[in-house]
């Protein structure tokens, strides 16, 4: 049985901005590496844990599995809850 957690979240900019600011946050918490792109989709995988996503119109959408999905999961949380305090989303 696979569990996952899933984040979706309404923003109110453009794909392209939400991207690079998405690319920042996930630079800040040193796991740029292992999260490849295609066009608004990425993914990645790294001890354990999966992460996969797509930036929509005015939403993303991340899905979050394997053994530290709990922590990945609040981490990604707080990301977006410091973006939005920013006023970047």
């Known amino acids: 049985m ?6 979706r979240k309404q923003h109110r900019t453009t794909q392209e901005h939400l991207k690079n600011v998405f690319i920042e946050l996930i630079q800040s918490n040193g796991i ?3 999260v490849r792109w295609n066009g608004f989709e990425f993914e990645g995988k790294t ?3 999966s992460i996969r996503g ?5 939403e ?6 394997g053994w530290f999905e709990h922590i990945a999961a609040q981490k990604l949380q707080d990301g977006w809850n410091e973006l939005v305090m920013k006023g970047l989303v």
Not at 60 to 65: A, D, K, P, R
């Open 47 to 49: 001890k354990g844990t």
């Open 2 to 7: 696979i569990v996952m957690k899933i984040l």
């Open 32 to 34: 740029a590496s292992i």
């Open 60 to 65: 993303i959408q991340v899905e979050v599995s």
């Open 54 to 58: 797509k930036i929509f119109h005015d």
